[in-house]
Every structure is written in structure tokens, then in C-alpha cells.
T-cell receptor, first 112, second 112 residues
Framework: SQQGEEDPQALSIQEGENATMNCSYK?????LQWYRQNSGRGLVHLIL?????REKHSGRLRVTLDTSKKSSSLLITASRAADTASYFC????????????FGAGTRLFVKA | EAQVTQNPRYLITVTGKKLTVTCSQN?????MSWYRQDPGLGLRQIYY???????DKGDVPEGYKVSRKEKRNFPLILESPSPNQTSLYFC???????????FGSGTRLTVV
């Protein structure tokens, strides 16, 4: 059972365009995290949004969280070829423990 | 440099030959976790540990063992590897007070 599920599975855009990825989750959460993975490498933590926050910014990244719909979105503005990667959302189960489920990811390809 | 170190990076082994993948972190993190990544399935949690001597099963624990005798180390043991354990494995750690994983570079395991 996937706690986080990303949509779309793949996205291809031109450099300079914005990229939006969505994530849905199933149970209540304390926070939701977004990660980036370059091909075959380890994941890199991008941004975390807590359950009492609705929107958060970090550089060209904007994350929103709608706990009523159990969904989040990641917006990358003015995309660059270097943004080409897979993006994952991760939602820790709200148990005080650390069982964290990742989705299958969105593969983003930014064409120069 | 703060990091999670996994070894080996690549491993080819035969069915049934016990192996250990090591994981060490230098950030004094309480939480550590093992994931496997397979095409189309995203990252699936194998085991996680909330502190020394405290471990729990993730979504796909069958065929794996872990131990947490020291805070910095969290080895993954495959007692009798099988071909369906061929995968890309990641170790990750996180602080109890600051959510968000730091990932290792991954171990690509092939069982023939």
C-alpha cells in the first residue's frame, strides 16, 4: 500500500517552463516531504511541509499541502535542464514512529 | 562532511550466499532505514530503526535482517539471497527533531 502516490508518472517540458507534480496520500500525516533523485543516485531531500502549513517556498520550489484532500503539489518554476530527475513525495505515518512510505515518483525531463 | 555511507556500491552474488550491506552515518541521527528501489515500484521500506536496539519491519521485510547495536551503524543482512532480491538498496538516516532523510549513494545488488 502506497502512502504517497505521484502524478503524473512522467513529464516532459521545455527549459524555462514550470513543472507541477502532484502527490496523494492515504492516512493522516505530521509532514510531507519531497525528494529528488538523479538517475540511480541517492535521493536528496528538497523540502518539507508540515501538516499545519498550506504553502512553502524554497528558491524555485513551491509546495502546497491540502490535508482535507490528502494531497500535495510541487511546483518548479523556470525549469532548467539540470532539474531533469525523478521526484518523490514521502509521507511518514502519523504514529510517532518512522515508517515512511515513498511513491513511485514523477520522472521530469527538461529539454534545453 | 555529513553523510550516510553504504558499502559496497555494487555486488553480484549467487543464490543462497549470505551477504551484508553496511550502512554508517556520522550525524548522530536516531532514525535509520533501509529501502529497496525497483522499476515502477518506487522505494519500499524494508526495515527501520528508531534508535539503538529498536528496529521494526517496513513493508517488505521478508528475507532480510537488520541490527542496530551502535547508533551510527545499521547493516542489512541477507541470510540466503534469492534472485527476487536483485534491486537497488538505499540506507537513510534522520534526526528525531528534524524530519527529512539523508540518503546513502545506494548499493546495486544482483543475485544470480
Amino acid at each position: 500500500s502506497q502512502q504517497g502516490e505521484e502524478d503524473p508518472q512522467a513529464l516532459s517540458i521545455q527549459e524555462g517552463e514550470n513543472a507541477t507534480m502532484n502527490c496523494s496520500y492515504k492516512t493522516s500525516i505530521n509532514n510531507l516531504q519531497w525528494y529528488r533523485q538523479n538517475s540511480g543516485r541517492g535521493l536528496v531531500h528538497l523540502i518539507l511541509i508540515r501538516s499545519n502549513e498550506r504553502e512553502k517556498h524554497s528558491g524555485r520550489l513551491r509546495v502546497t499541502l491540502d490535508t482535507s484532500k490528502k494531497s500535495s503539489s510541487l511546483l518548479i518554476t523556470a525549469s532548467r535542464a539540470a532539474d531533469t530527475a525523478s521526484y518523490f513525495c514521502a509521507a511518514p505515518f502519523n504514529t510517532g514512529g518512522f515508517k515512511t512510505i515513498f511513491g513511485a515518483g514523477t520522472r521530469l525531463f527538461v529539454k534545453a | 562532511e555529513a553523510q550516510v555511507t553504504q558499502n559496497p556500491r555494487y555486488l553480484i552474488t549467487v543464490t543462497g550466499k549470505k551477504l551484508t550491506v553496511t550502512c554508517s552515518q556520522n550525524m548522530n541521527h536516531e532514525y535509520m532505514s533501509w529501502y529497496r528501489q525497483d522499476p515502477g515500484l518506487g522505494l519500499r521500506q524494508i526495515y527501520y530503526s528508531m534508535n539503538v536496539e529498536v528496529t521494526d519491519k517496513g513493508d517488505v521485510p521478508e528475507g532480510y535482517k537488520v541490527s542496530r547495536k551502535e547508533k551510527r551503524n545499521f547493516p542489512l543482512i541477507l541470510e540466503s539471497p534469492s534472485p527476487n532480491q536483485t534491486s537497488l538498496y538505499f540506507c537513510a538516516s534522520s534526526s528525531a527533531g528534524t524530519p527529512g532523510y539523508t540518503f546513502g549513494s545506494g548499493t546495486r545488488l544482483t543475485v544470480v
